[in-house]
């Protein structure tokens, strides 16, 4: 079973920034991609971002491209988003998800809340 742990979530005012962190653990040879995904009060969950597991190439949603930046480091087993420029819009709770090698995200962390404040 594969297990994903995110953290780095809070509070902060519009412009600040923050950076979340996923770990994974139990049979992450399982996972191919990881990726962020949001879901705000009332919303879908939603993509946010990806990142291959190979050539580490990047994919962000058009809503935060520009102003977050995923990155990966393997021997760790761990995602991370860093989130700048952060708009009260961005207030959602945030979950590192796992891609399995059918293309389906089959792994989710907990979530963890970030909200903005205007």
């Known amino acids: 079973q594969v297990q994903l742990v995110e953290s780095g979530g809070g509070v902060v005012q519009a412009g600040g920034s923050l950076r979340l962190s996923c770990s994974a653990s139990?049979?992450?040879?399982?996972?191919?991609?990881m990726g962020w995904f949001r879901q705000a009060p009332g919303k879908e969950r939603e993509f946010v971002a990806t990142?291959?597991?190979?050539?580490?190439?990047?994919q962000y949603s058009d809503s935060v491209k520009g102003r977050f930046t995923i990155s990966r480091d393997n021997a760790k087993n761990a995602v991370y988003l860093q989130m700048n420029s952060l708009k009260p819009e961005d207030t959602a709770v945030y979950y590192c998800?796992?891609?399995?090698?059918?293309?389906?995200?089959?792994?989710w962390g907990q979530g963890t809340q970030v909200t903005v404040s205007s």
């Open positions: 990142i291959d597991w190979s050539s580490r190439k990047p």
């Open positions: 998800a796992g891609q399995a090698y059918n293309g389906n995200y089959e792994f």
């Open positions: 139990g049979r992450t040879l399982r996972i191919y991609n």
